[in-house]
């Protein structure tokens, strides 16, 4: 797939379904072995590190640079069903259907309970990263992440991040 | 989220940052680990169970899941690869992306033990261009490594003309299970075995 819109691009027009299963013994290795700071730090790494590129993206091109993004993203994610709405002010993502938990759980793979809070310390780090910021609510399959182009008030409340549970 | 479209590269940076807080022990022990024992432990039951059997069924998927450029031949008892197009390799090159340094060796890094696992050792060459080969047989079997051609005919990848492309290096590992037997090249000469 080529979307001017994903920083990398491959020969296929979606990823490999079976790297969910490397995602989530990732989790589980780092958490165990440098803790939870540690696997947040790993997150916060990658957000200002790996997604330098996208940051940038979303900086210059602001919101609809944001949903633009995730809707080539999640394209090339299988098995995904992922509404992306522009507002005012913010872009919501829909997640009706997460492939990451779904094939993990076709799969019958254990799935770290902490799997759904990455996708906010990714988001948030990335979201302030490009002078926005991002919260999360729901998970284990279905969630709901809204960026906005200001920070909300309430800091993200983790519990309103599910445990993700493999059945 | 982190997807699985670019998961190549992110496990590239993934490798770096492990290696920097912990060192090459940390990496390694992440390879043997969380991908050999937890991620690809689909692969290490169907090899366990089923030798070289599972060997194919494992590979046959994968590698078509990942769109890879490879010929798998079944030969008296080893089973050998060629990777003409790594799609892994591949991703990072196509992308120019680079955060470890030397990304190839994930491959030995969690195959070594899962075929160690089962009673199998690991003859492989890799050129940090996208193309290697690789063989495996019984732990019990003395047998060397094929000469080129010998095992897959054209397919071999050593016969390719980009196997020596310009940028080639060779890693080579020998009967072995784990990416710290890999060969050093003699000084001046490459570890290709043509």
């Given at each position: 797939?080529?979307?001017?819109?994903?920083?990398?691009?491959?020969?296929?027009?979606?990823?490999?379904?079976?790297?969910?299963?490397?995602?989530?013994?990732?989790?589980?290795?780092?958490?165990?072995?440098?803790?939870?700071?540690?696997?947040?730090?790993?997150?916060?790494?990658?957000?200002?590190?790996?997604?330098?590129?996208?940051?940038?993206?979303?900086?210059?091109?602001?919101?609809?640079?944001?949903?633009?993004?995730?809707?080539?993203?999640?394209?090339?994610?299988?098995?995904?069903?992922?509404?992306?709405?522009?507002?005012?002010g913010r872009?919501?993502?829909?997640?009706?259907?997460?492939?990451?938990?779904?094939?993990?759980?076709?799969?019958?793979?254990?799935?770290?309970?902490?799997?759904?809070?990455?996708?906010?310390?990714?988001?948030?780090?990335?979201?302030?990263?490009?002078g926005m910021s991002?919260?999360?609510?729901?998970?284990?399959?279905?969630?709901?992440?809204?960026?906005f182009a200001e920070p909300p008030a309430?800091?993200?409340?983790?519990?309103?991040?599910?445990?993700?549970?493999?059945? | 989220?982190?997807?699985?479209?670019?998961?190549?590269?992110?496990?590239?940076?993934?490798?770096?940052?492990?290696?920097?807080?912990?060192?090459?022990?940390?990496?390694?022990?992440?390879?043997?680990?969380?991908?050999?024992?937890?991620?690809?432990?689909?692969?290490?039951?169907?090899?366990?169970?089923?030798?070289?059997?599972?060997?194919?069924?494992?590979?046959?998927?994968?590698?078509?899941?990942?769109?890879?450029?490879?010929?798998?031949?079944?030969?008296?008892?080893?089973?050998?690869?060629?990777?003409?197009?790594?799609?892994?390799?591949?991703?990072?090159?196509?992308?120019?992306?680079?955060?470890?340094?030397?990304?190839?060796?994930?491959?030995?890094?969690?195959?070594?033990?899962?075929?160690?696992?089962?009673?199998?050792?690991?003859?492989?060459?890799?050129?940090?261009?996208?193309?290697?080969?690789?063989?495996?047989?019984?732990?019990?079997?003395?047998?060397?490594?094929?000469?080129?051609?010998?095992?897959?005919?054209?397919?071999?990848?050593?016969?390719?003309?980009?196997?020596?492309?310009?940028?080639?290096?060779?890693?080579?590992?020998?009967?072995?299970?784990?990416?710290?037997?890999?060969?050093?090249?003699?000084?001046?000469?490459?570890?290709?075995?043509?």
């Amino acid at each position: 797939m080529k979307s001017d819109l994903l920083p990398y691009h491959d020969t296929k027009d979606q990823g490999a379904a079976d790297f969910y299963f490397a995602i989530n013994a990732t989790f589980r290795f780092i958490h165990d072995r440098l803790g939870a700071d540690g696997w947040v730090r790993y997150l916060r790494g990658l957000a200002a590190g790996y997604f330098t590129v996208v940051n940038t993206a979303w900086r210059e091109g602001g919101l609809p640079a944001v949903a633009g993004y995730w809707r080539a993203f999640f394209q090339a994610e299988p098995g995904a069903s992922v509404e992306v709405q522009e507002e005012e002010g913010r872009v919501v993502l829909d997640v009706r259907k997460c492939p990451a938990i779904h094939h993990l759980r076709v799969h019958g793979r254990e799935i770290v309970p902490f799997y759904c809070q990455h996708c906010y310390h990714l988001g948030q780090a990335r979201a302030e990263a490009a002078g926005m910021s991002m919260r999360l609510e729901g998970g284990n399959g279905e969630c709901r992440h809204v960026y906005f182009a200001e920070p909300p008030a309430a800091p993200q409340d983790m519990n309103l991040i599910r445990t993700a549970s493999s059945c | 989220m982190l997807g699985c479209y670019d998961f190549c590269g992110h496990y590239d940076w993934t490798f770096e940052w492990l290696r920097q807080q912990g060192g090459e022990s940390l990496m390694r022990a992440y390879w043997e680990e969380a991908i050999a024992g937890d991620s690809q432990r689909h692969a290490a039951d169907l090899i366990e169970e089923l030798g070289f059997e599972g060997m194919r069924k494992y590979w046959a998927h994968t590698l078509e899941e990942e769109a890879a450029g490879y010929t798998l031949t079944e030969g008296d008892q080893v089973i050998r690869i060629d990777m003409h197009d790594c799609p892994s390799k591949g991703f990072l090159l196509q992308n120019n992306i680079s955060h470890s340094p030397d990304y190839c060796d994930h491959c030995i890094g969690w195959i070594g033990p899962v075929m160690e696992k089962s009673g199998f050792t690991i003859d492989h060459e890799h050129n940090h261009c996208g193309k290697c080969w690789w063989e495996m047989r019984r732990t019990s079997d003395p047998s060397p490594p094929s000469e080129a051609g010998q095992l897959s005919g054209t397919a071999d990848v050593r016969l390719d003309p980009d196997w020596r492309a310009p940028g080639a290096s060779f890693d080579r590992f020998e009967k072995c299970t784990s990416v710290e037997h890999k060969v050093p090249p003699a000084p001046g000469q490459s570890a290709c075995s043509t």
